[in-house]
């Protein structure tokens, strides 16, 4: 019914930019809660951040002020950019959709981080 797909991935030097863009399709829905999460290799999927059908947004603190997730309502896509990228951000990061009524989660498939010199 709903397909996210990530992409925007790669391989960036500490200090260096990415932005990962999660293209929603399908049964889509007004209200609803839209996050990006990561998972490094052996440790737990950790919520990234997270922006409301109402536009309103939360982050991790290990990102606070170095990545801002923002939406296109009319291409129907969730952005994550993310600056100032560190060695510890390295993770497959995935894009989520809460639909808020029904309480239906969607999880794209993932696209790779890797942040080294």
């Known amino acids: 019914q709903v397909q996210l797909v990530e992409s925007g991935g790669g391989l960036v030097q500490p200090g260096g930019s990415l932005r990962l863009s999660c293209a929603a399709s399908?049964?889509?829905?007004?209200?609803?809660?839209m996050g990006w999460y990561r998972q490094a290799p052996g440790k737990q999927r950790e919520l990234v951040a997270t922006?409301?059908?109402?536009?309103?947004?939360i982050y991790t603190d290990s990102v606070k002020g170095r990545f801002t997730i923002s939406k296109d309502n009319a291409k129907n896509t969730v952005n994550l950019q993310m600056n100032s990228l560190k060695p510890e951000d390295t993770a497959v990061y995935y894009c989520k959709l809460r639909a808020t009524i029904s309480r239906r989660d969607y999880w794209g498939q993932g696209t790779q981080v890797t942040v080294s010199s």
């Open positions: 922006i409301t059908s109402g536009g309103n947004t």
């Open positions: 399908g049964r889509l829905f007004s209200i609803y809660v």
